[in-house]
């Protein structure tokens, strides 16, 4: 297949985080969603936790209100985030676990126990024109349980492959590569859009930007990270050509 364009989704949580840690408004995570948009972010993603511990309701809002490129609103399946969401009317939303105890999300959806209630989350989004998608983990019984449940986007769930790398297992690393680019073949098939997000840095980018069937990542720990030292627009001009790179070696 010739591979799509590869869309860049900028997750500003974190600088909400560094945000909350003195409580006060500075810095502000719309500020950077602007910023990232004039250079080249194709979209926004925030994440509204049960806990509030970064993005905090009226960030959604204002998000929503300030921004002109999509707005993938990240959530726990709960009816607490559900209302938001109807009343926030996002882009899309993006259905991802959550536990309290965690420090980022972990895995991917428990689509197969939770499939009868996601079904309804999903199907009550859909009615008001939300596009939704599954964070799950890239194998097939997750991609079967989300063609069930109706989702249109699956976002690949890339953390572990991200962690094998970093710990230098590269056996692990590479079964992990595989199971992400067989799941993207096997969305591809079942015509649901794939996304792959969590972990990515310009390696990871670069790399899994060779498989055509994803047409987005959502990359945010990284990019804040990297922004504190070259600045935001160079951090995401440096993963714009990281993408372009890995994408011209597609198929
Ligand atoms: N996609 C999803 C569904 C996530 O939960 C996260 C983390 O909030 C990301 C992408 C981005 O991961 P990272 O911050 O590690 O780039």
Known sequence: MSAPFLRLGVNIDHVATVR???????????????????????G?????R?????????DMARLKRAISKPLNFEMAATDEMVA????TRPHASCLVPEKRSE????????????????????????????????FIEPSMEALDAALSIGAPIVELHTGSW???????????ADHEFGRIRVAAARAYELGIECHAGHGLDFDTARKIASLPQIVELNIGHFLMGEAMFIGLPKALAQMRAAMDEGRQHAG
Request: include cysteine; glycine fraction near 10%.
């Open 20 to 42: 909350n840690a003195r409580g006060g408004a500075h810095p502000d995570p719309v500020r950077a969603a602007l910023l990232a948009i004039e250079a080249g972010a194709d």
């Open 44 to 48: 926004i993603t925030a994440h509204l």
């Open 50 to 58: 049960e806990d509030r511990r970064h993005i905090r309701d009226e």
């Open 84 to 87: 938001i969401a109807l009343h």
């Open 103 to 134: 420090r980022t999300t972990e895995g991917g959806l428990d689509v197969i126990g939770g499939h009868d209630h996601l079904k309804i989350i999903a199907a009550e989004l859909k009615r008001a024109g939300v596009r939704v998608s599954l």
């Open 162 to 172: 991200c962690d094998a790398l970093f710990h230098g297992e590269a056996a692990k």
